[in-house]
């Protein structure tokens, strides 16, 4: 029977990239092979910190002995809810991550206090920029700001920012690069504040609207004035109408739709309707339907017969990824 000794160390180097970091460290203790695998550099590509209320002295050291130029992308909390005592993210961490980090491309803050981080201590090389349930200042990301501030930026997420509201919205077009942008729970952003704000974002060819008080139609007439070239769209389906999706016909870019559950209202297109309106989108590749309970009904089968170019997805939505930095 074969024992770990018997594996690779590709394999090896798999299996340890599934531990949580703590015990990536405590297994470099076993033997010279398994403390020679820890030190690869491709382990420590895509860290996950957010398992720990973590001692700034233990995260400088990470930094300096494992990450540095290694490290791809991170996951960090910020322990905005563990108390006054709790370690909290601080400008001379980010300045470092971005000295000691160059390759750094994928930052995911969750539930971290940024009220006294200024944007402007983000590491420069950042592509991807994720903030899930964090607290920001008013002036992170109005448009009046310094527009050479991450002039890599491709993708935004904003989950449950609080603070997050229209002007901030407008403020995104400082970011050039940006082709990407998610609205996860951003309450205070109206239809008015969205519509004005895609029409100075009109070149983002990403766009996901999930869980906002914004109704699905508003959005989408927005999204079909101003974003002609936007590939992927993504929403929830409150407030969504056949007239609403109507709008959509004809988009010449859009490649991806995915309209998100649950079914509650009886103005809901139908499956027909829907047929109708994507066959009007000529490079339409893949629609996805999540959480409408639709999944090996009738309105499936429709779907998949009248979309034969398609890849037709109908499926109850699914629990979060693992692979968090995919």
């Known amino acids: 029977m074969a024992t770990l000794a018997d594996l690779p160390d590709s394999v090896l180097l798999e299996i340890f990239s599934y531990l949580p970091v703590r015990d990536r460290i405590r297994i470099s203790r076993v033997c ?3 403390k020679r695998l820890v030190d690869d550099r ?5 860290v996950d910190l957010t398992l720990y209320t973590m001692r700034p002295k233990v995260m400088w050291h990470l930094l300096r002995r494992y990450m540095a130029s290694r490290l ?3 996951r960090m909390g910020g322990y905005l ?6 370690p909290q993210l601080s400008p001379a961490l980010m300045r470092a991550l971005g000295q000691k ?4 491309k994928r930052l995911c803050l969750h539930v971290a206090d940024l009220s006294m981080v200024p944007i402007t201590s983000l590491p420069c090389t950042l592509r991807t920029l994720e903030l899930h349930s964090c607290e920001i200042s008013m002036a992170w990301l109005l448009k009046e700001q310094d527009p050479t501030v991450l002039p890599l930026l491709e993708c935004i997420v904003l989950d449950r920012v609080p603070a997050f509201r229209d002007e901030h919205l407008q403020g995104l077009t400082r970011f050039r690069a940006l082709r990407s942008l998610v609205l996860g729970g951003t309450y205070r952003v109206t239809e008015t504040g969205l519509d004005a704000g895609l029409q100075e974002l009109s ?7 999930l869980g ?5 139609d508003s959005t989408l007439l927005a999204i079909s004035r101003h974003l002609r070239d936007v590939r992927k769209i993504r929403l929830t389906v409150r407030g969504l109408s056949a007239p609403g999706l109507s709008v959509l016909e004809g988009m010449p870019a859009l490649e991806s739709l995915c309209l998100l559950g649950p079914l509650i209202t009886p103005e809901m297109p139908s499956p027909a309707e829907i047929l109708s309106s994507c066959l009007t989108m000529p490079k339409l590749r893949v629609l996805e339907l999540q959480g409408l309970g639709w999944e090996g009904q009738e309105a499936e089968r429709i779907l998949c017969k009248g979309l034969p170019h398609c890849m037709v997805i109908v499926r109850a939505c699914p629990k979060e990824s693992m692979d968090w930095w995919m």
């Open 32 to 34: 010279h092979r398994w």
């Open 42 to 46: 491709w382990l420590w590509r895509h």
């Open 72 to 74: 791809y992308s991170l």
């Open 81 to 86: 809810f563990s108390g006054s005592q709790a």
């Open 101 to 104: 980090c160059p390759n750094l």
């Open 203 to 209: 070149y983002l060819q990403r766009l996901e609207v």
């Open 212 to 216: 906002c008080t914004l109704s699905a």
